[in-house]
């Protein structure tokens, strides 16, 4: 399984972003899926996540700014974010649950998987 994400890159304070991540490789179930990111010397921290269903959580910093959503038949997750400031500035990754049938051996397997993250930089 490969988690690709797009769409960072570098915006002034108070403008907007949409980051998109594609999930692609042997998929049967694709559960909850998110958004984290991670500055330099800090620990990775949850940004937002979104179940199959559509429930969504976010970190209370974002709460208001950023909406992340998911199209299930593309296996894809995206984060609008929205009156970005300096503070949002990180390498954002993506994260999706997936259990998968193997059907070579006929055995499930399941795994957290990361994509290999892009960068947001907000300047003032």
């Known amino acids: 399984v490969q988690l690709v994400e797009s769409g960072g890159g570098l915006v002034q304070a108070g403008g907007s972003l949409n980051l998109s991540c594609a999930a692609s490789?042997?998929?049967?179930?694709?559960?909850?899926m998110g958004w984290y990111r991670q500055v330099a010397g800090r620990q990775r921290e949850l940004v937002a996540t979104v179940t199959s269903s559509g429930t969504t959580e976010y970190a209370d910093s974002v709460k208001g700014r950023f909406a992340i959503s998911r199209n299930n038949a593309k296996n894809m997750v995206y984060l609008q974010m929205n009156s970005l400031k300096p503070d949002d500035t990180a390498v954002y990754y993506c994260?999706?649950?997936?259990?998968?049938?193997?059907?070579?051996?006929?055995?499930?397997?399941?795994?957290?998987?990361w994509g290999q993250g892009t960068q947001v930089t907000v300047s003032l």
């Open positions: 490789g042997t998929i049967t179930i694709l559960s909850a």
């Open positions: 994260n999706a649950l997936v259990t998968s049938f193997i059907a070579e051996i006929g055995h499930w397997t399941a795994g957290n998987y």
